[in-house]
């Protein structure tokens, strides 16, 4: 019986473990995609700073690759992309070391506020609703003389990103 409980144990074991690896490549596949070849230095530097952001490798490479999907949309470059993905998943871990909840929770609220939804983020005391977007200096030096419904998705989002990294 103990050699049968061992057996399944290590059998769970390395299905974990393939799951897990298919994960990250998955994830550093669409890193790749989004940055070009800035992933060389995107992956050196969650290998330098995943544990001072309190996460494992698979998980940084999991929420760079969240952020990296959102951002590639209205990011100007490969370069670009990596770097905001870097400051987001920052900007997030001071969130949860400062709040007391988990990177995920705050990963997600902050991807959630990104799309749009102010109630997610705004728990974290980071506030996206159009009119306070209205009143920041993203607002101003993107949107020029339109008002929050002329500007485009793309634009829309370079100002919530904006403003999420100042706050």
């Known amino acids: 019986i103990a050699t049968a409980i061992g057996s399944l144990a290590v059998g769970k074991l390395i299905k974990d473990s393939t799951k897990v690896a298919m994960s990250v490549e998955s994830a550093m596949d669409n890193i ?12 050196n530097w969650v290998d330098t700073q995943s544990k001072a952001l309190g996460m494992a490798k698979a998980d940084a490479y999991s929420y760079g690759s969240v952020f990296s999907n959102l951002l590639s949309s209205f990011t100007s470059g490969a370069q670009e992309t990596a770097d905001q993905t870097q400051a987001l998943m920052k900007a997030a871990a001071i969130i949860a070391s400062k709040t ?18 102010t109630e997610a983020i705004e728990d974290l005391g980071v506030y996206v609703n159009v ?8 607002f101003k030096k993107f949107a020029g003389n339109k008002s929050w419904s002329q500007l485009t998705f793309q634009q829309q989002q370079q100002i919530r990103l904006s403003a999420i990294l100042e706050q």
């Open 32 to 43: 790749g995609r989004n940055m070009g070849n800035a992933a060389s230095a995107f992956q």
């Open 100 to 117: 007391g909840r988990t990177y995920e929770d705050v990963a997600n609220r902050i991807r959630s506020g990104m799309l749009g939804s």
């Open 131 to 138: 009119s306070m977007l209205e009143a920041t200096d993203a």
